[in-house]
């Protein structure tokens, strides 16, 4: 499986990015997705995940009421919604599916990761 991440950038605080990860693969619509972010500095962290069908999504409680993870199994791709975003939401943002049982909240419950994509907030 192969991710691709797209849709980072400069955003003033405030406003609104929507990132995308394309995936490769038939099987797609069988893995757990997750986005997780690393600023500079600092360990990479879980930002959100959803179930293959969309039916259940998970946040991090510093993006919960400003994020939403969706997913378009028919379209291999899975997007994180970044609304109200803050300055300290800056970092690189990564995709990762997950093909096995495996946390979902923590990197190594994830078998596949995308290159990441760079998300900065100016104040």
């Known amino acids: 499986v192969q991710l691709q991440a797209s849709g980072g950038g400069l955003v003033q605080a405030g406003g609104s990015l929507r990132l995308s990860c394309a995936a490769s693969?038939?099987?797609?619509?069988?893995?757990?997705m997750g986005w997780f972010r690393q600023a500079p500095g600092k360990a990479r962290e879980f930002v959100a995940a959803?179930?293959?069908?969309?039916?259940?999504?998970y946040y991090a409680n510093s993006v919960k009421g400003r994020f939403a993870i969706s997913r378009d199994n028919a379209k291999n791709t899975v997007y994180l919604q970044m609304n109200s975003l803050k300055p300290e939401d800056t970092a690189v943002y990564y995709c990762?599916?997950?093909?096995?049982?495996?946390?979902?909240?923590?990197?190594?419950?994830?078998?596949?990761w995308g290159q990441g994509t760079l998300v900065t907030v100016s104040s």
């Open positions: 959803i179930t293959w069908s969309g039916g259940s999504t």
């Open positions: 693969g038939r099987t797609f619509s069988s893995y757990v």
């Open positions: 990762a599916a997950r093909a096995a049982g495996g946390d979902i909240w923590v990197e190594n419950g994830y078998d596949y």
